[in-house]
């Protein structure tokens, strides 16, 4: 097998449970199949490359999210060549940026993305490209279509792999690019090892088991949906269901499908719509076992909400939305995560409330790290604002800066509050652990720059790596002290505790993100203001259905709180609108005066990344610029 405890879970998996499904065609892939295509996939990599030792190689590819990306990714990874999943929609000069500067050996793709392909490759390469001409190998549509019977276990073809000898667990196995929110994407290295621990920290944080299915809707070449969304289930035994990209009716459809067919009567009347059951229906094909794990960012949490008022409000609709409740509601959902992003809290509230008390799990994240923080599987632990504590392996701690004189000092536990001027300490939130990347690909100046060299006087020479997301540490909620899991967190171990040394870990406490440094924390008048904490007041005004706080260059105060807003659709329907003393009024008593926004713009759309967060530095200039 080779070295990936992922290839082993895989081959002890019931052959005949179900690994992949296609939501929309219903079509399903069996465990038992997985591995047999896998090591076929691996040969046409090693019959393009042209030789069988690949190890070490980029693989670029680009192919749709199904089994075939699964057994593409996997073989790439089979192979100990670097995974380096392309995004479709990304235009051909971006992706020949990524494929170019990545040196890419081999680029693989599904016939789906051929005329993309060609349109790669016949485009004039960037001058100096260190690698222009990766080979191209096409794969065949539905891999597992092949396989020659579904009781095949695929023994004969993972007892025929060898490892290499002497290769080491620090080799990459994959090559992410970071979302670009604040600069251009960065190659991130993860080694096998780090792969190893970040999914084994999540199936044992959030327990994923082989009966759990998950319905994936996010793009594939992000850590979200590539680690925590297949890596991590495909570990686990579970399933995961296919439906990208993303659209709120169709994920509806879904989540409601098994509980239509327990109540016959449930599909009203239709007309077309989601909840059609006519011969045109579109998703007529759907599986009906209950979905019960799910994980996105907090858009598409907003617009499943939005979409479901719709439902409910059309009397044609209104039973199907009944049963979409239930589908999402604790008893069936037993998990509903958000992340990659802030979670609004009137988000967080209106899902609780659309879903009969299903309270959202956050976690904290990164490309450079995995998952790092995350609060805990009991609802007593998801408090608002909070990303929850370290997950197993992960030692976290927070980073005070003080500018006048540059001086960085650890916030050790119990001294979160300044016993001077008794407000909270924020700091850096600093990582470190088997989960953590190991370099920025051809990039060692920011490498050096984002890591803090190891400590000689520290027995753990393991690195600090900066995140540059700034928090606070509060306690633990007294509920969840009553259940004891105050001094741990909920997976926390005696032995991770330990392992972690005292000093780093955050036994009783939990972080609350206040934003990026660069772009969330607005130093205006020599006061710190979180943008994250002013949207999320911004956000539980019923006159603001989206916005972005952003840090305005200003003369007189260094930079002013500025806000840019997207009004409530039945709001401006009643004829309202918002002068920026309408918006001052509303955030009165709200937020300390020098939080509330100076400046106000409202606009139609505030533009989003794949992963649905905002480029503040081009938005403030696309927005303010009259302001600089
Ligand atoms: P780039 O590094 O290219 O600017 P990016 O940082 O958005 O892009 P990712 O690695 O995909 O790329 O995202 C990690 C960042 O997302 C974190 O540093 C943090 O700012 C933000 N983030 C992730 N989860 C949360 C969360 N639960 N709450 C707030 N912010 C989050
Ligand atoms: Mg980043």
Redesign the pocket.
């Known amino acids: 097998l080779p070295r990936l405890p992922l290839f082993e879970a895989i081959s002890q998996h019931n052959p005949k449970s179900t690994a992949v499904v296609h939501c929309l065609s219903g079509r399903s892939f069996t465990y038992g199949e997985l591995l047999p295509d896998i090591y076929r996939a691996r040969e046409r990599l090693y019959d393009a490359a042209g030789r069988t030792n690949i190890e070490g190689e980029r693989v670029a590819f680009l192919v749709e999210n199904s089994y075939d990306y699964v057994v593409t990714f996997l073989a790439i990874l089979a192979a100990r060549a670097v995974a380096l999943p392309l995004s479709p929609p990304f235009p051909a000069p971006e992706l020949q940026y990524i494929i170019s500067h990545a040196e890419a050996l081999l680029l693989v793709h599904s016939p789906k993305f051929a005329a993309k392909v060609n349109e790669v490759l016949s485009t004039a390469w960037p001058e100096a490209s260190p690698n222009p001409n990766p080979k191209v190998v096409e794969i065949p549509k539905h891999m597992g279509v092949s396989s020659s019977s579904s009781s095949n276990t695929g023994s004969p073809y993972y007892e025929a792999v060898s490892l290499s000898e002497g290769s080491d667990a620090g080799q990459a196995a994959m090559m992410l690019y ?6 251009r ?2 190659g991130v290295l993860i080694p096998e090892s780090a792969l190893t621990a970040q999914s084994s920290a999540l199936k044992q944080a959030w327990r994923y088991t082989p009966e759990d299915r998950l319905l994936h809707v996010l793009p594939l070449h ?2 979200h949906g590539t680690v925590n969304a297949v890596i991590t289930p495909l570990l686990a035994g579970s399933t995961i269901e296919f439906l990208f990209p993303f659209n709120a009716d169709a994920v509806w459809r879904r989540f409601a499908n098994p509980f239509l067919e327990a109540d016959p009567a449930a599909p009203a009347a239709t007309n077309g719509s989601v909840n059609g059951n006519d011969a045109a229906d579109k998703f007529a094909n759907m599986r009906r076992e209950k979905i019960t794990f799910f994980t996105v960012v907090p858009t598409v949490y907003t617009r499943l909400i939005s979409t479901h008022k719709l439902l409910e409000q059309s009397p044609a609709t209104a039973r199907f939305a009944e049963a979409c409740r239930k589908a999402v509601s604790p008893e069936h959902m037993r998990v509903s995560i958000s ?5 609004p809290t009137p988000v967080k509230r209106a899902w609780k409330e659309l879903s009969l008390g299903n309270v959202l799990l ?7 790290v995995g998952m790092a923080l995350s609060c805990g599987l009991d609802f007593g632990d998801r408090i608002d604002g909070s ?1 929850g504590w370290p997950l197993p392996g992960v030692q976290a701690r927070l980073v005070e800066t003080d500018e006048e004189t540059n001086t960085a000092t650890v916030i050790l536990p119990g001294e979160e509050t300044d016993p001077v001027t008794g407000k909270e300490r924020q700091g850096e939130i600093q990582l470190r652990g088997a989960n953590v990347f190991s370099e920025y690909w051809r990039n060692p100046a920011a490498t050096a720059k984002e890591f803090v060299p190891a400590d000689p006087q520290d027995p753990d020479q393991r690195r600090w790596f900066k ?3 700034v928090a606070v540490r509060r306690p633990v909620p007294e509920s969840a002290v009553a259940r004891g899991v105050s001094k741990s967190g909920d997976w926390v171990t005696a032995a991770t505790a330990a392992a972690a040394g005292g000093a780093t870990t955050n036994n009783n406490t939990m972080y609350f ?1 206040l934003g ?1 440094q660069s772009a969330d924390i607005i130093k205006s008048g020599g006061e710190k203001v979180s943008a994250l904490e002013v949207e999320r007041e911004m956000l539980s005004l019923p006159e603001v259905s989206e916005c972005a706080v952003l840090a305005v260059p200003s003369g007189k105060w260094g930079q002013k709180v500025g806000a840019v807003v997207i009004l409530d659709g039945e709001f401006v329907a009643g004829g309202g609108s918002w002068k920026p003393m309408d918006m001052r009024r509303a955030l009165k008593g709200r937020l300390a005066n020098y939080k509330i926004p100076q400046i106000l713009r409202v606009v139609d759309n505030i533009p989003r990344n794949a ?1 649905g ?1 905002i480029n503040k530095k081009e938005l403030v200039k696309a927005v303010f610029s009259d302001d600089f």
């Open positions: 970071t979302s670009g929110t604040t600069n994407p960065k992000h850590i992340g990659s992003a802030a979670l956050e976690r904290y994240g990164m490309t450079e990303v995140t540059g997301d993100i990026r992963m967060k």
